[in-house]
């Protein structure tokens, strides 16, 4: 079956610019997670999403970052103003629920971000 | 909060060489335990995960035995072949809610010649 995907699987902006960043989860998955992965910081938590309780937010690094998830399914991610620490490869998650402690998270080929 | 610790890398072995990989991890509870690996070009992908104390997950040839005494969760393998070149993550999850998160270590190049 189809996996998690996104897109763009590249994006080049300037700085100052906003994007959006898109995650197609695995159907039927309740559970959607976003993550960062750049050079200085290894992968790094940013939000996540579990049914229509509230998103936690505990991992973005500031208030330019912004997520959300429409339907239960696809979700987006927003980066406002963008800077040039903004530059890493973003990660989407998803799982069946997050109840279970040994759930896998599948993860999607990931967007690359430059921010020249 | 939670974090993992691994190994500072990068590894070179040769083909058929035993392979270690060291993961220490601090927690609160009962985590799950994981080691996902990222192949060139490629998606991050679960190798292999514990859920509870003593588990052993195990794929592909490689092990990692859950161990709570010493908050470990040792990456191993009996002889690595060219193709088991890859980035490892070592990773934690809680069990509920906001810990459903996973923590990853700062991951690990592994580079096998023939």
């Known amino acids: 079956g189809a996996g998690v995907s996104q897109s763009p699987s590249n994006k080049v902006t300037e700085k100052g610019k906003d994007v959006e960043l898109r995650c197609d989860p695995i159907s039927g998955h309740t559970a959607l997670y976003w993550y960062r992965q750049s050079l200085g910081q290894g992968l790094e938590f940013l939000i996540y999403f579990q049914g229509n309780s509230a998103p936690d937010k505990s991992g973005l690094p500031s208030d330019r970052f912004s997520a959300e998830r429409t339907g239960g399914s696809v979700s987006t991610l927003t980066i406002q103003r963008t800077q040039q620490e903004d530059s890493a490869v973003y990660l989407c998650?998803?799982?069946?629920?997050?109840?279970?402690?040994?759930?896998?998270?599948?993860f999607g080929p990931g967007t690359r971000l430059t921010v020249l | 909060g939670n974090s993992v610790t691994q190994m500072e890398g990068p590894v070179t072995l040769s083909e058929e060489a035993f392979l270690t990989i060291n993961c220490t991890y601090t927690?609160?509870?009962?985590?799950?335990l994981f080691w996902y690996v990222q192949y060139p070009g490629e998606g991050l992908q679960l190798l292999l995960k514990a859920t509870k104390a003593d588990d052993k997950g195990s794929n592909k040839g490689f092990e990692a035995t859950y161990r709570k005494e010493t908050t470990s969760f040792h990456l191993e393998k009996g002889s690595v072949q060219v193709s088991d070149s890859a980035v490892y993550f070592c990773?934690?999850?809680?069990?509920?809610?906001?810990?459903?998160?996973?923590?990853f270590g700062k991951g690990i190049t592994l580079s096998v010649r023939p």
């Open positions: 927690a609160t509870g009962y985590p799950s």
């Open positions: 990773a934690l999850k809680g069990v509920t809610g906001a810990n459903s998160k996973l923590t």
């Open positions: 998650a998803s799982s069946l629920a997050s109840g279970s402690n040994g759930d896998e998270q599948f």
